[in-house]
C-alpha cells in the first residue's frame, strides 16, 4: 500500500477546533467545572497500526529541481507493488526536498523499519545520521560509492564497476596499454583510479591521462594533448556520450595505430554515441536493457509519460524488500545480513548485490558501438558465480 501525507488533513482538523472555540457560550454565573481530565499523548504517527505489514519509508525528492526525477521513482514502487500484488508491505513515500533528514526524522517516528533513499548523495549523511540512532538501514539511490557503509548501501550504478568489466574485456581481447580522458571532480577521480587499479591488477600499462573541466572545448583540447603523447592500444573517455563524441575525433586514426575508444555507463541511451563514426568499434559497459522497454511501456500506460531511466531502481528496490521480507517478521528490524548474501537479488536492471562495506556489485553488459546501433558483445551474467 502505497500512502501519502497531506498536510490538509491538519489544516481540517484545526480549523474545525478553532470554529468550535469561536461557538463557546460564556457561563453567566459560577459553574461547577469538572476535574480535569488526563489528555492523552498524541501519536507520533499518522499512519494506521500495522500488525501484519512492514513499514517502509521512500524518501525521495517530490518537488523542486529532482521532483520529476522523485515522483519517477516513487511510481516505479508503485509498479512493482501492484506486479507483485504484495500485501506485507506498506511504502510511504517522504519528500526530500525541504530537508532530506527532517523527512527521515518523520519517517522513524512512523514506525517504519527501513528506508528507501534518498536519492542525492549530499542527503545521505543527515538521513543516515536520523536513522542510525533508531538501527534503520538505508538503500540509497545514489551513485557515490564514497558513501557506502555498513548501514548505507548504495544502489545506483558506479563507475568503476563499468569501467572494470570493460577493462577486463579489453584486456582479454588483446589491449595492453591504456590512456584516458577524464573530467575533473569526483566522478573523475574515481574513473581514473579505478582504471589505474584494474589494469595494473590484470597486467595493463597505463602510459597517460589528460583531466579537464566539463566543456567541449576543454575536453577537445585535452583530447588533442593526450594525442600528441604517443600511440595506445585503448582510450577511456570517462564523460557522456555528448562529450566523448567531440574528443573522439581527435583521438583516432593518428600515428600508426587506430586506439580502442572505451566508454562509461554514462554512454547508455545517449544517441550521440551511435551518430559519430570515430566512436564505431568503441566499447562500454552497463545493466542490460533487455527487460526496460516493457517496463517502459506499461510505466506510460499507468501514468501516461516515459520513465526516468533510472527509476528502474525503485521498482527493483521494492522487489529486493520482499525477498528479504519471506524471512523477515513484522515488526522486528531489518535483517540487513540478508542484503550481503553472495546469491544477490535479480531486478529490471539484472542481478545484483552488496558487499561487506555497503557498494553494490552489478552484472554488466559490454556493448560494441556501430553506425545507428549499439550490439551486446559480452552478455551480463544471470547469476553471481562466487
Not at 27 to 51: F, N
Not at 172 to 178: K, L, M, P, W
Amino acid at each position: 500500500m502505497f500512502d501519502r501525507h497531506v498536510a490538509r488533513r491538519n489544516l481540517l482538523a484545526a480549523a474545525a477546533m478553532a470554529s468550535l472555540a469561536a461557538c463557546a457560550v460564556v457561563p453567566k454565573g459560577p459553574a461547577t467545572v469538572p476535574p480535569p481530565r488526563p489528555t492523552p499523548a498524541p501519536s507520533t504517527s499518522e499512519l494506521p497500526t500495522d500488525e501484519q505489514r512492514h513499514r517502509i519509508a521512500l524518501l525521495v525528492p517530490m518537488s523542486g529541481a529532482n521532483g520529476a526525477v522523485g515522483q519517477s521513482i516513487a511510481n516505479a514502487a508503485t509498479m512493482a507493488l501492484m506486479d507483485t500484488n504484495a500485501q506485507n508491505l506498506r511504502i510511504t513515500s517522504y519528500d526530500t526536498a525541504a530537508g532530506a533528514g527532517a523527512a527521515a526524522s518523520k519517517a522513524i517516528a512512523d514506525g517504519n523499519q527501513l528506508i528507501l533513499g534518498p536519492l542525492l548523495a549530499d542527503d545521505i549523511p543527515s538521513v543516515a545520521a536520523a536513522a542510525r540512532g533508531a538501527k534503520i538501514p538505508l538503500i540509497s539511490f545514489s551513485n557515490d560509492q564514497s558513501a557506502a557503509a555498513r548501514d548505507v548501501y548504495v544502489m545506483g550504478s558506479l563507475p568503476g564497476a563499468s569501467i572494470r568489466r570493460t577493462v577486463r574485456y579489453a584486456r582479454a581481447h588483446g589491449v595492453t596499454s591504456f590512456a584516458a580522458l577524464v573530467p575533473k571532480g569526483d566522478y573523475g577521480e574515481r574513473a581514473s583510479e579505478t582504471l589505474i587499479a584494474e589494469a595494473r591488477a590484470s597486467g595493463g600499462t597505463i602510459m597517460a591521462m589528460e583531466s579537464y573541466d566539463r566543456s567541449a572545448a576543454s575536453i577537445t583540447a585535452a583530447a588533442a594533448k593526450l594525442r600528441a603523447r604517443g600511440n595506445f592500444d585503448a582510450i577511456l573517455i570517462a564523460d557522456s556520450g555528448g562529450l566523448s563524441a567531440r574528443a573522439a575525433g581527435l583521438l583516432k586514426a593518428r600515428g600508426t595505430l587506430t586506439p580502442r575508444l572505451l566508454g562509461t555507463e554514462l554512454w547508455s541511451g545517449e544517441k550521440a554515441i551511435t551518430t559519430t563514426p570515430a566512436l564505431n568499434g568503441a566499447w562500454f559497459s552497463a545493466v542490460s536493457d533487455t527487460r526496460f522497454p516493457q517496463f517502459a511501456n506499461s510505466y506510460r500506460t499507468r501514468f501516461g509519460a516515459a520513465p526516468y531511466r533510472i527509476a528502474t531502481l525503485g521498482y527493483d528496490a521494492v522487489l529486493l524488500t520482499l525477498r528479504v521480507a519471506r524471512d523477515w517478521k513484522p515488526g522486528r528490524t531489518f535483517p540487513t545480513t540478508a542484503l550481503t548474501s553472495t546469491d544477490g537479488f535479480l531486478g529490471l536492471d539484472g542481478a545484483f548485490r552488496f558487499d561487506k562495506n555497503g557498494a553494490i556489485d552489478r552484472a554488466l553488459e559490454v556493448r560494441e558501438v556501430g553506425t545507428g546501433t549499439v550490439k551486446v558483445v559480452s552478455p551480463a551474467a544471470i547469476k553471481f558465480a562466487d
